[in-house]
């Protein structure tokens, strides 16, 4: 190919490419402007879309620089205040429940049960007996003691009226006689009594578990009598709550299986240690039951309240790290200031920090990439604002002229 055939081609491809170059780069038009080709072929190769875009580019870019001077250049940000939030006020256990006074009714000898006094359910006193056991033998022990202590007491009473007639040794041995016939009725009593079975405390009495008949020892219940009068609900709360916790402080419960009632009580007692294991504290607490609609080994919901923790709460998406710690950009007198904030309680809708932050401080949650330390930023609600105030004024100032007109 002869070399003005290349040369042609060249020229051609160079022209095609420097067309699509104008055409499709930004500013490439105002580059051709300054290195001295004439504007009507710059003109006729720019499409006039890009040359308005190139336009406003330049347009916007004289504003930037002249914002830059006024301070138009500080970074768009928007903020949220900060709010305050209490943790550690309250305290939520499930509790088991139990009768203030519980009591397992044992014999306190052995023999054949005779008969039941009560039934389960019934309501009964102190001292009450509620069962027997068989008791001949120990009626006939007691009768022969009482006649061996009526015998050594006509012999003490003979011998005294005898006077100096018997010896002083004959007196005192026949006193001996009478004391020890005095113990013996004493213990035959004793044994006779404990043939009753007797309630050592007043309440309501269970399933009897023994029947007529049976063969009972000292460890065989015969019933379990409950006071319920009052309920003692034992729940255990967690080692932060040992120091803030005190006996006599008010609770609230409600019992699982009587959801629709809320309940109230005091606490009774705490333990003096907290289990190594759970590092949990075992709390009492006491709460009456006139209607006599709990009972012993309820589950109970028990809640304690306290008066919390108070700490500044953000917008998870305000809490920024560096090699420091964490910490918030925080908006006063449009500037920007670092504040370091511990995270005390991260939940998905704010964050709880402990910081020197005051309720309704404005943080930014975005626009954080080019904020410094004591830098000047721009808000975006004020600039809405400030966009929205001008209309509003031509608006008055186009209804005074009608009204003017009219």
């Not at 209490?86 to 054949?112: F, Q």
């Not at 005294?160 to 006193?175: D, F, I, P, Q």
């Not at 044994?191 to 460890?219: C, E, M, N, Q, W």
């Amino acid at each position: 190919m002869r070399l003005w055939k290349q040369l042609l081609i060249c020229l051609v491809i160079l022209v095609v490419g420097l067309g699509v170059w104008v055409r499709f780069v930004p500013g490439a038009a105002t580059m051709l402007a300054k290195a001295g080709v004439p504007e009507q072929l710059v003109a006729y190769a720019a499409k006039p879309a890009d040359t308005a875009k190139e336009g406003d580019g330049q347009a916007q870019a004289g504003r930037g620089q002249g914002g830059r001077g006024q301070g138009g250049g500080a970074p768009l940000v928007v903020t949220q205040p900060v709010d305050t939030a209490v943790v550690n006020d309250r305290l939520n256990a499930i509790g088991s429940g139990e009768a203030i006074l519980s009591v397992s009714v044992t014999p306190l000898a052995t023999g054949n049960l005779t008969e039941v006094l009560v039934k389960s359910g019934d309501l009964i006193e102190k001292g009450q007996v509620i069962a027997r056991l068989d008791s001949d033998e120990q009626k006939i022990a007691a009768a022969q003691a009482k006649v061996a202590l009526d015998s050594a007491s006509e012999k003490v009473e003979r011998n005294r009226k005898l006077g100096n007639a018997v010896s002083v040794a004959v007196l005192r041995e026949a006193e001996f006689a009478m004391q020890a016939a005095e113990l013996a009725l004493q213990t035959a009593e004793l044994d006779l009594k404990r043939r009753d079975i007797a309630a050592p405390s007043g309440g309501i009495v269970g399933i009897i578990t023994a029947h007529p008949g049976d063969y009972v020892t000292t460890s065989t219940p015969i019933a379990v009598v409950d006071d319920r009068s009052q309920i003692l609900v034992d729940f255990w709360v967690p080692e932060r709550f040992s120091t803030k916790i005190s006996v006599g402080q008010d609770i609230s419960a409600t019992a699982i299986a009587l959801p629709t009632s809320e309940l109230s009580g005091v606490i009774d007692a705490i333990d003096n240690r907290v289990d190594q294991a759970s590092r949990t504290l075992r709390v009492r607490a006491r709460i009456d039951n006139p209607d006599d609609t709990l009972r012993a080994g309820m589950s109970f919901s028990v809640s304690v309240r306290f008066p919390g923790d108070h700490y500044p709460t953000v917008n998870p998406l305000a809490i920024q790290w560096s090699a420091d710690g964490s910490y918030v950009w925080r908006i006063a007198a449009e500037k920007s200031q670092k504040v370091p904030v511990k995270i005390i309680q991260r939940n998905s809708d704010k964050v709880l920090v402990d910081a020197e932050l005051a309720k309704g401080d404005a943080v930014v949650m975005e626009g954080v990439q080019r904020l410094r330390d004591g830098g000047a930023v721009r808000i975006a609600g004020e600039q809405r604002q400030q966009k929205q105030k001008p209309k509003q004024g031509d608006q008055e100032q186009k209804v005074s002229e009608a009204e003017a007109a009219k």
